[in-house]
């Protein structure tokens, strides 16, 4: 990006992605930042049965890779580096990337997604990437016929937890309630596979290992009794936050940490949108951050055209 941009948009999941087909087709020049780390959600799916179009299951993999191939062909640049800074006081904006390089744009639309939240233990830092992760489809490989945790209760923790049980001998299934918040139809799934443990009430108060995780110390709300229990790896999988780091005392927050859009998309800084996961209260999925994608291209191209 030697010039100035018509539309930086930064993130290059199903938002971004679908808000540069967006941008291209209404005539602007069009830059998408795409950091590898932490990826795109939709990564860390194998199967994903509710994106239209696909009356099969389409892994996460094939379906961004597709929306990448979109996007390029429609002509948006695709550069694969991290925006570490975002100047969105003045115009044109100012976007500067992990390589040191800085760019300039006229727009900008911030869809980078959400990312784990963590439990907030020091030993989950300690043993990241040797036997704690927040990936299934990424990393259950490595726990073949071995015992792993789940710690959480969404739809996400469901999920993961039938995903490993398909390759480890033994899955604990963590939860701090009583009840699950993931749908029924996935409740109904976890209770019918064999190795599969539910511990409720119960939160991760410790990992301990060597070289790797070895055990951890699971403490139940209600009685206040801790217990250790073996595992060879922790998935945790306690829902995202938004990842609005780059905006940080910028753009007006919602109180739920998202960013405030309007119905486009726009912030509450003229120029700047917001599309996905990082703007969305509700319904975090990829056929909704896809559409916001597009509302946000189309709010970018009309405000370019009151310049
Ligand atoms: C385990 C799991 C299963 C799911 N299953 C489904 C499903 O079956 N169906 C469904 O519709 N949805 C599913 N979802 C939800 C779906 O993946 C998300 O709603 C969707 O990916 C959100 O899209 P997004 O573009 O907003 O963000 P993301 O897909 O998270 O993409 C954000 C992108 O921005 C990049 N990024 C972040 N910060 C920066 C930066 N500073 N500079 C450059 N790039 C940056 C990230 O690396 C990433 O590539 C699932 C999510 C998870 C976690």
Same mark, same amino acid.
């Given at each position: 990006?030697? !010039?100035?941009?018509?539309?930086?948009? $930064?993130?290059?999941?199903?938002?971004?992605?679908?808000?540069? /087909?967006?941008?291209?087709?209404?005539?602007?020049?069009?830059?998408?930042?795409?950091?590898?780390?932490?990826?795109?959600?939709?990564?860390?799916?194998?199967?994903?049965?509710?994106?239209?179009?696909?009356?099969?299951?389409?892994?996460?993999?094939?379906?961004?890779?597709?929306?990448?191939?979109?996007?390029?062909?429609?002509?948006?640049?695709?550069?694969?580096?991290?925006?570490?800074?975002? !100047?969105?006081?003045?115009?044109?904006?100012?976007?500067?990337?992990?390589?040191?390089?800085?760019?300039?744009?006229?727009?900008?639309?911030?869809?980078?997604?959400? +990312?784990?939240?963590?439990?907030?233990?020091?030993?989950?830092?300690?043993?990241?990437?040797?036997?704690?992760?927040?990936?299934?489809?990424?990393?259950?490989?490595?726990?073949?016929?071995?015992? +792993?945790?789940? %710690?959480? =209760?969404?739809?996400?923790?469901?999920?993961?937890?039938?995903?490993?049980?398909? $390759?480890?001998?033994?899955?604990?299934?963590?939860?701090?309630?009583?009840?699950?918040?993931?749908?029924?139809?996935?409740?109904?799934?976890?209770?019918?596979?064999?190795?599969?443990?539910?511990?409720?009430?119960?939160?991760?108060?410790?990992?301990?290992?060597?070289?790797?995780? !070895?055990?951890?110390?699971?403490?139940?709300?209600?009685?206040?009794?801790?217990?250790?229990?073996?595992?060879?790896? +922790?998935?945790?999988?306690?829902?995202?936050?938004?990842?609005?780091?780059? /905006?940080?005392?910028?753009?007006?927050?919602?109180?739920? =940490?998202?960013?405030? +859009?309007?119905?486009?998309?726009?912030?509450?800084?003229?120029? /700047?949108?917001?599309? =996905?996961?990082?703007?969305?209260?509700?319904?975090?999925?990829?056929?909704?951050?896809?559409?916001?994608? %597009?509302?946000?291209?189309?709010?970018?191209?009309?405000?370019?055209?009151?310049?």
């Amino acid at each position: 990006m030697n !010039e100035i941009t018509d539309a930086a948009i $930064i993130g290059g999941g199903p938002a971004g992605l679908t808000a540069a /087909v967006y941008a291209r087709r209404a005539g602007l020049s069009t830059t998408v930042f795409s950091s590898p780390e932490p990826g795109s959600q939709l990564l860390k799916t194998e199967s994903i049965e509710n994106y239209p179009g696909f009356p099969e299951p389409v892994s996460g993999y094939d379906l961004l890779d597709n929306m990448q191939k979109q996007a390029s062909g429609a002509g948006a640049e695709i550069i694969e580096e991290t925006v570490i800074e975002a !100047e969105l006081k003045k115009t044109p904006f100012s976007l500067k990337t992990d390589s040191g390089k800085n760019f300039m744009a006229r727009t900008v639309i911030i869809a980078t997604g959400a +990312v784990p939240r963590s439990l907030g233990l020091d030993s989950e830092k300690k043993f990241a990437g040797k036997g704690v992760s927040s990936c299934a489809v990424c990393d259950g490989f490595f726990f073949r016929g071995k015992t +792993v945790t789940v %710690a959480g =209760g969404g739809d996400t923790a469901l999920g993961e937890a039938l995903y490993l049980a398909k $390759i480890a001998a033994k899955v604990y299934l963590v939860h701090r309630r009583n009840e699950f918040r993931g749908t029924e139809s996935l409740q109904k799934r976890i209770h019918a596979v064999a190795n599969i443990e539910t511990i409720m009430n119960s939160v991760i108060t410790e990992i301990d290992g060597g070289k790797k995780v !070895e055990s951890i110390a699971i403490k139940n709300n209600v009685t206040g009794e801790t217990r250790m229990i073996k595992t060879d790896g +922790v998935f945790i999988a306690a829902g995202q936050r938004p990842a609005t780091g780059i /905006v940080a005392g910028q753009l007006q927050l919602d109180s739920t =940490g998202i960013i405030s +859009v309007d119905a486009q998309g726009r912030t509450s800084v003229p120029g /700047v949108f917001a599309a =996905g996961d990082v703007a969305e209260p509700v319904c975090r999925q990829a056929v909704t951050a896809a559409a916001s994608g %597009a509302r946000a291209a189309l709010a970018a191209a009309d405000y370019l055209k009151t310049l």
